[in-house]
């Protein structure tokens, strides 16, 4: 069984910052790549930020500049700093990993909440 276990998210003001990590464990046999997505409120979930084994980094548009995923591959962990954060950044924030073959997994959760 894979667990997903994040942690970070909490409330901030605006400008304010966050760092996310999420650390997975279990029988996990290989990882290709591990990333953050958020879903806010009647929205649907959209891509973050991904990172690859070798490093490769992919952001959304919104947060290019704002957020940086890292990874630290031998604890299976990876963070999202996330940087001069916006009302619009409100979501919760969900840890993917892609093991390959189609397989995925995901982490419970947690929420970030940007408000004055």
């Known amino acids: 069984q894979v667990q997903l276990v994040e942690s970070g998210g909490g409330l901030v003001q605006p400008g304010g910052s966050l760092r996310l990590s999420c650390v997975a464990s279990?029988?996990?046999?290989?990882?290709?790549?591990m990333g953050w997505y958020r879903q806010a409120p009647g929205k649907q979930r959209e891509l973050v930020a991904t990172?690859?084994?070798?490093?490769?980094?992919n952001y959304a548009d919104s947060v290019k500049g704002r957020f940086t995923i890292s990874r630290d591959t031998a604890k299976n962990t990876v963070y999202l700093q996330m940087r001069n954060l916006q009302f619009e950044d409100t979501a919760v924030y969900y840890c993917n990993v892609n093991a390959g073959r189609a397989v995925e997994y995901w982490g419970q959760g947690t929420q970030v909440t940007v408000s004055s």
């Open positions: 279990g029988s996990i046999f290989s990882i290709n790549a």
């Open positions: 990172i690859t084994i070798f490093g490769r980094s």
